[in-house]
């Protein structure tokens, strides 16, 4: 009996690796496929059946790439290279995007999970019920919003409002992970004379890195992709984020994929990057935040 059951659980186990396998392949398929254009001529892109391994790599996509999109007609202001100028446009809009949630949405959280003030359970409803509207309902109402304030092909529009809150699902996921600290943590440390900032900073903060990590890489990757925010509110060029520059560029040089293929592979390096070093991180915040149905 014990023999069958081991069989049987030795055969879930290969059967689950072999599923998550196919799975990760399947996920996979459209990098290998990125990857395999970056490497190829103009005329060898859609040939069938797919060329995955191209036989005469064309690694001079990657070293021309700097000069086709300043020769095409894409340089941006002051003769820089436009994808260069394109990727330090979208970590600037990140990093202050990011910074901006991470700061204001731990106060919020802050609020909503530990102090005790009247209307908190109203208010905190209320930021959930925000979580279901869909965000084409608030696009004009917000637009013309600031339309007025005169933000329209500026930064402004993409950053300020991330510092004023940081998202429902940011507070929601770092309340969550608030409301998992005991509360004497609080009791002692105002019994010791510290003040309401200060146990944050001091006592909670500390203990709260795996959930600020989580909403840091879910932040990060928001701001890094965010598409429609800019398209809609940028007008210029050399202001572009990448996401919106290979929008472009793929519009206008729709018959030279290898080159714009180039470009979204530079385009990924920062999000690899950041995938291996917090990779451990990520799922441990994820783990302890709620959202894991924990």
């Given at each position: 009996?014990?023999?069958?059951?081991?069989?049987?659980?030795?055969s879930?186990?290969?059967?689950?690796?072999?599923?998550?396998?196919?799975?990760?392949?399947?996920?996979?398929?459209?990098?290998f496929?990125?990857?395999?254009?970056?490497?190829?001529?103009?005329?060898?892109?859609?040939?069938?059946?797919?060329?995955?391994?191209?036989?005469?790599?064309?690694?001079?996509?990657?070293?021309?790439?700097?000069?086709?999109?300043?020769?095409?007609?894409?340089?941006?202001?002051?003769?820089?290279?436009?994808?260069?100028?394109?990727?330090?446009?979208?970590?600037?809009?990140?990093?202050?995007?990011?910074?901006?949630?991470?700061?204001?949405?731990?106060?919020?959280?802050?609020?909503?999970?530990?102090?005790?003030?009247?209307?908190?359970?109203?208010?905190?409803?209320?930021?959930?019920?925000?979580?279901?509207?869909?965000?084409?309902?608030?696009?004009?109402?917000?637009?013309?919003?600031f339309?007025?304030?005169?933000?329209?092909?500026?930064?402004?529009?993409l950053?300020?409002?991330?510092?004023?809150?940081?998202?429902?699902?940011?507070?929601?996921?770092?309340?969550?992970?608030?409301?998992?600290?005991?509360?004497?943590?609080?009791?002692?440390?105002?019994?010791?004379?510290?003040?309401?900032?200060?146990?944050?900073?001091?006592?909670?903060?500390?203990?709260?890195?795996?959930?600020?990590?989580?909403?840091?890489?879910?932040?990060?990757?928001?701001?890094?992709?965010?598409?429609?925010?800019?398209?809609?509110?940028?007008?210029?060029?050399?202001?572009?984020?990448?996401?919106?520059?290979?929008?472009?560029?793929?519009?206008?040089?729709?018959?030279r994929?290898?080159?714009?293929?180039?470009?979204?592979?530079?385009?990924?390096?920062?999000?690899?990057?950041?995938?291996?070093?917090?990779?451990?991180?990520?799922?441990?915040?994820?783990?302890?935040?709620?959202?894991a149905?924990?």
């Open positions: 009996m014990t023999k069958r059951v081991s069989v049987a659980r030795l879930g186990r290969l059967g689950l690796h072999l599923f998550l396998i196919l799975m990760g392949f399947t996920f996979a398929l459209p990098f496929w990125v990857a395999s254009t970056s490497l190829k001529l103009p005329g060898r892109v859609f040939t069938y059946p797919i060329e995955w391994i191209p036989r005469y790599p064309e690694w001079s996509n990657y070293r021309d790439i700097f000069t086709f999109v300043k020769a095409g007609g894409t340089e941006a202001s002051g003769g820089q290279s436009a994808l260069l100028l394109w990727l330090r446009n979208t970590l600037y809009l990140t990093t202050m995007g990011t910074l901006g949630t991470l700061i204001s949405s731990v106060v919020v959280a802050y609020s909503l999970s530990r102090l005790q003030w009247r209307g908190r359970d109203f208010v905190f409803s209320l930021t959930l019920i925000s979580m279901m509207l869909p965000g084409v309902v608030t696009l004009i109402p917000t637009f013309l919003i339309r007025d304030l005169k933000w329209i092909n500026t930064y402004l529009p950053i300020v409002p991330y510092w004023t809150g940081g998202g429902a699902f940011y507070i929601f996921m770092l309340r969550q992970f608030f409301a998992t600290l005991p509360l004497e943590l609080d009791e002692a440390a105002i019994v010791d004379g510290a003040g309401t900032f200060r146990i944050l900073w001091q006592i909670l903060l500390p203990l709260a890195k795996p959930g600020l990590a989580s909403v840091g890489i879910f932040s990060f990757l928001f701001h890094y992709n965010e598409f429609m925010g800019p398209l809609i509110y940028i007008n210029s060029l050399d202001k572009y984020p990448i996401s919106v520059g290979l929008r472009y560029v793929a519009g206008r040089y729709g018959d994929w290898p080159q714009v293929m180039v470009m979204v592979m530079f385009s990924l390096v920062p999000v690899v990057i950041l995938f291996f070093f917090t990779q451990k991180t990520f799922v441990q915040g994820i783990q302890t935040t709620g959202i149905g924990r």
